[in-house]
């Protein structure tokens, strides 16, 4: 396993991990903002791509309240996979604290969201709908976030170990190989990681066709229970004069 060291950093102890996610986070903004002033057409191409991918994902009207977080998500998770093929770099995602992180992120978003479409009470009522599911749901929020952890970090780990083998027992040839299938694995691990996620959003703010119905039936009879007490309080106060 790889090891994560220890540093101290203006007198506190830092996790190298930090560091390499501080960096990484620098890394993202310069090329951002690099493209931003010589190449803004080729940034617009690769928004329009990330934009592509989670509208392949997601079966929703409007995408624009879930781009930041996915977009963001895709990004930072794209560049902490393939960081480590420059020298004496290190994947922030090999750190099992970063994926679990990035999981929890993932899973608090998809409640926030799924609260916000369909209002808080009605997304509870979800979760225990009949009772005796409470529990099975919440066993399968924490496999969820489990899951999505273990999974980006046992292949970015395992990725960073193949390439540290094959350096040192071929330090010529293969490495270049080994260093071009860490880059390909780790896209491929940001392509599934926020397609999951979109996912996962996609089926919190769906809207059941027939709870909808149903909810848009009473909001009419509210409506037009509204107008008839309004047309009685006329006729009252038209009698009474």
Do not use: C
């Not at 409007?62 to 902490?80: A, C, E, K, R, T």
């Not at 409470?134 to 390439?163: A, H, K, M, Y």
Request: hydrophobic content about 50%; overall charge positive.
């Amino acid at each position: 396993m790889i090891e994560h060291k220890t540093l101290i950093l203006l007198g506190m102890p830092i996790s190298d991990t930090v560091v390499y996610t501080w960096i990484t986070m620098g890394i993202i903004i310069a090329i951002v903002l690099l493209l931003k002033l010589l190449k803004p057409n080729l940034l617009e191409h690769i928004l329009e791509l990330v934009i592509g991918i989670v509208d392949d994902a997601m079966d929703v009207d409007d995408l624009h309240p879930y781009i930041p977080v996915l977009g963001s998500l895709m990004i930072f998770v794209l560049v902490s996979n393939i960081i480590s093929i420059v020298p004496g770099m290190k994947s922030p995602t090999s750190d099992i604290n970063t994926t679990i992180s990035l999981a929890l992120i993932i899973v608090f978003s998809v409640h926030i969201y799924g609260a916000r479409k369909k209002g808080l009470w009605t997304y509870l009522k979800e979760f225990a709908s009949p009772i005796f599911m409470l529990p099975i749901e919440l066993i399968g929020q924490l496999s969820r976030t489990l899951s999505l952890s273990l999974r980006l970090f046992g292949n970015v780990l395992s990725g960073d170990l193949i390439v540290a083998i094959v350096f040192s027992l071929v330090p010529m040839v293969l490495p270049v190989a080994a260093v071009a299938i860490t880059g390909i694995s780790g896209v491929l691990q940001a392509y599934v990681i926020t397609t999951l996620a979109a996912l996962f959003i996609s089926s919190a703010v769906e809207i059941n066709e027939e709870d909808q119905k149903i909810k848009e039936e009473k909001a009419a009879k509210r409506r037009e229970k509204r107008k008839l007490r309004k047309k009685n309080r006329k006729e009252i106060a038209n009698g009474t004069s």
